[in-house]
């Protein structure tokens, strides 16, 4: 599987964005996915995570009720929808991919094998 990403942009607070990760390969059906983020001087942290079937999805806190995770794996892509717009929201945002054994959702970066190459969202005031 190999992932990019894209949909990002500049977007005024309270504005929305909607980020894509297409997926290329046969096997994506079976792979769990995440998006990360990253601002400038800091860590890469978890946003939010969808299994592969799309039953269990799981947030950080400072995405929940704003950004919703979805797939579609007919189209191989995964979205992640993000409303209410904050420029704490600006970073360069990653989705990784994973092969899923069991259903937990997986918030940590090393967890993830395959990464797409980020796309910028830059929000302002």
């Known amino acids: 599987v190999q992932l990019q990403a894209s949909g990002g942009g500049l977007v005024q607070a309270g504005g929305s964005l909607r980020l894509s990760c297409a997926a290329s390969?046969?096997?994506?059906?079976?792979?769990?996915v995440a998006w990360f983020r990253q601002a400038p001087g800091k860590e890469r942290d978890f946003v939010a995570f969808?299994?592969?079937?799309?039953?269990?999805?799981y947030y950080a806190d400072s995405a929940k009720d704003r950004f919703t995770i979805s797939r579609d794996n007919a189209k191989n892509t995964v979205y992640l929808q993000m409303d209410s717009l904050k420029p704490e929201d600006t970073a360069v945002y990653y989705c990784?991919?994973?092969?899923?054994?069991?259903?937990?959702?997986?918030?940590?970066?090393?967890?993830?094998?395959?990464w797409g190459q980020g796309t910028q969202v830059t929000v302002s005031s």
């Open positions: 969808v299994d592969r079937s799309s039953l269990n999805t």
């Open positions: 990784a991919a994973a092969r899923q054994l069991i259903a937990t959702p997986r918030v940590h970066s090393h967890q993830y094998d395959v």
């Open positions: 390969g046969r096997t994506f059906g079976s792979h769990c």
